[in-house]
């Protein structure tokens, strides 16, 4: 007999039970917002008469994500809970191999029907912007030892996706690069990639972006656009020469370890002068009778810890203004990569094929992109929260499904019932728009 520290039995049952009710809500969510019409419609069809559909590939891929899967290996997780998929009316599911090879076989025409549904749900999340429309770009490196993969700067083999983000995080595209493709690299290119993803009428009033894109023709095509940028400078040395003509008398007080000031600079192929916002931060100093002693790349190192420095064409907003809108890069940008990469878990790529990864990176985007609107008919206490902690306190919830008189009813504790009823009442509602 098997000892125990707690005296309770467990035993077998065959009653239908999930741990994932609050994913059966989300999937019913997904079918209202016609996922299964745009899979169909937009992704390469199965050569087959009896071969899977594209939706069957991608519902239960986007669902793993949500639950938290990592590897396509978790797709059996959705295949054996049967009272989520009895509720979802999921017939079919391909195994992880097949998930694989449909992956590798239609890459950049899987990659290109995945843009064209994100740009269908874009105006979706639109219409809850009332401010001005600003274009965050920003490079990400995921390490992944596939015997294809490129070595990066970052000293690892692996991709460098460029990923495109709009007010609150929304992915409005992706360019899924080799590892060993410089940040910098066609910036542009994809900025103008970003514009082509907006509906008719819209334009974007701001750019913020990293030094890989302090970039003369960016800024001139910012300037020709009427696009307001604010793009972290790249250090050389004319721009330290600036730094030092400026007067002491001319820093201000930021905050307790930082000062401010600005000059006007220019690039050589610039076609306009801008502002350079200059942020001194307060670091212990050199010894000035040592400086005669360090090298030069060693002084240009130490004057790079100091200072900072933010590019910018908006000649209205103060130099606080734009350096406070600058920093929101943090939270718009770089905060959403991190839940991209490690909520949705796309630092996990599963293939030694590039175009493959990319295809299964914008089932991740998609996927994300969807969690940010199905967060819009939560209630507000739990919009502000990752998908980890939606998956603590809506996706687990456990619950039983049985069949009665034609019925299908889902059984949870009673705390629930009124949360999971609204979700359901906001989401039909949101199918009708």
């Given at each position: 007999?098997?000892?125990?520290?707690?005296?309770?039995?467990?035993?077998?049952?065959?009653?239908?039970?999930?741990?994932?009710?609050?994913?059966?809500?989300?999937?019913?969510?997904?079918?209202?917002?016609?996922?299964?019409?745009?899979?169909?419609?937009?992704?390469?069809?199965?050569?087959?008469?009896?071969?899977?559909?594209?939706?069957?590939?991608?519902?239960?891929?986007?669902?793993?994500?949500?639950?938290?899967?990592?590897?396509?290996?978790?797709?059996?997780?959705?295949?054996?809970?049967?009272?989520?998929?009895?509720?979802?009316?999921?017939?079919?599911?391909?195994?992880?191999?097949?998930?694989?090879?449909?992956?590798?076989?239609?890459?950049?025409?899987?990659?290109?029907?995945?843009?064209?549904?994100?740009?269908?749900?874009?105006?979706?999340?639109?219409?809850?912007?009332?401010?001005?429309?600003?274009?965050?770009?920003?490079?990400?490196?995921?390490?992944?030892?596939?015997?294809?993969?490129?070595?990066?700067?970052?000293?690892?083999?692996?991709?460098?996706?460029?990923?495109?983000?709009?007010?609150?995080?929304?992915?409005?595209?992706?360019?899924?690069?080799?590892?060993?493709?410089?940040?910098?690299?066609?910036?542009?290119?994809?900025?103008?990639?970003?514009?082509?993803?907006?509906?008719?009428?819209?334009?974007?009033?701001?750019?913020?972006?990293?030094?890989?894109?302090?970039?003369?023709?960016?800024?001139?095509?910012?300037?020709?656009?009427?696009?307001?940028?604010?793009?972290?400078?790249?250090?050389?040395?004319?721009?330290?020469?600036?730094?030092?003509?400026?007067?002491?008398?001319?820093?201000?007080?930021?905050?307790?370890?930082?000062?401010?000031?600005?000059?006007?600079?220019?690039?050589?192929?610039?076609?306009?002068?801008?502002?350079?916002?200059?942020?001194?931060?307060?670091?212990?100093?050199?010894?000035?009778?040592?400086?005669?002693?360090?090298?030069?790349?060693?002084?240009?190192?130490?004057?790079?810890?100091?200072?900072?420095?933010?590019?910018?064409?908006?000649?209205?907003?103060?130099?606080?203004?734009?350096?406070?809108?600058?920093?929101?890069?943090?939270?718009?940008?770089?905060?959403?990569?991190?839940?991209?990469?490690?909520?949705?878990?796309?630092?996990?790529?599963?293939?030694?094929?590039?175009?493959?990864?990319?295809?299964y990176f914008y089932i991740g985007v998609v996927a994300y992109n969807l969690?940010?609107?199905?967060?819009?008919?939560?209630?507000?206490?739990?919009?502000?929260?990752?998908?980890?902690?939606?998956?603590?306190?809506?996706?687990?919830?456990?619950?039983?499904?049985?069949?009665?008189?034609?019925?299908?009813?889902?059984?949870?504790?009673?705390?629930?019932?009124?949360?999971?009823?609204?979700?359901?009442?906001?989401?039909?509602?949101?199918?009708?728009?």
């Amino acid at each position: 007999m098997t000892q125990t520290i707690l005296n309770f039995k467990l035993q077998s049952t065959n009653e239908k039970l999930t741990p994932r009710t609050g994913i059966a809500i989300l999937g019913e969510y997904l079918k209202g917002m016609n996922l299964e019409r745009l899979c169909n419609d937009n992704l390469p069809k199965a050569k087959r008469s009896n071969g899977y559909s594209a939706f069957e590939f991608i519902y239960p891929l986007i669902l793993m994500l949500h639950s938290g899967g990592r590897f396509l290996d978790d797709i059996r997780e959705i295949k054996v809970d049967l009272a989520l998929t009895r509720l979802l009316k999921i017939k079919n599911i391909p195994t992880a191999s097949a998930i694989s090879k449909y992956l590798v076989k239609h890459g950049i025409n899987g990659e290109d029907g995945m843009r064209k549904i994100n740009k269908k749900y874009l105006p979706k999340y639109l219409k809850n912007i009332d401010e001005e429309l600003i274009l965050d770009i920003d490079a990400t490196f995921i390490e992944a030892h596939k015997n294809t993969a490129k070595w990066s700067y970052k000293d690892a083999p692996g991709y460098m996706p460029m990923i495109g983000h709009i007010n609150g995080g929304y992915v409005i595209d992706i360019d899924f690069r080799e590892g060993n493709e410089a940040p910098a690299s066609r910036n542009l290119e994809f900025i103008k990639q970003c514009e082509l993803q907006l509906p008719i009428g819209k334009k974007f009033n701001r750019f913020r972006a990293d030094s890989a894109s302090y970039q003369a023709d960016i800024f001139n095509y910012c300037e020709k656009k009427n696009i307001l940028f604010t793009v972290t400078a790249k250090k050389n040395k004319n721009v330290f020469e600036s730094i030092k003509r400026i007067k002491d008398e001319a820093w201000q007080s930021f905050s307790k370890r930082e000062k401010i000031a600005e000059f006007t600079h220019t690039m050589q192929d610039t076609n306009n002068a801008f502002r350079m916002i200059v942020i001194k931060k307060d670091i212990t100093p050199t010894l000035p009778h040592l400086e005669g002693y360090i090298s030069d790349e060693v002084m240009m190192q130490y004057q790079d810890e100091i200072y900072y420095c933010i590019a910018t064409n908006d000649n209205d907003l103060t130099s606080e203004e734009i350096i406070k809108l600058h920093r929101q890069r943090a939270q718009t940008s770089e905060n959403k990569i991190k839940e991209l990469k490690n909520g949705f878990n796309m630092s996990y790529l599963p293939s030694s094929n590039l175009e493959a990864n990319a295809f299964y990176f914008y089932i991740g985007v998609v996927a994300y992109n969807l969690f940010l609107l199905f967060k819009k008919i939560l209630d507000k206490n739990l919009q502000k929260h990752t998908v980890k902690t939606i998956r603590y306190k809506l996706y687990n919830i456990a619950s039983k499904v049985i069949s009665h008189a034609r019925e299908v009813i889902v059984k949870v504790n009673e705390e629930f019932i009124q949360l999971l009823q609204v979700i359901r009442q906001r989401a039909y509602e949101e199918s009708l728009q």
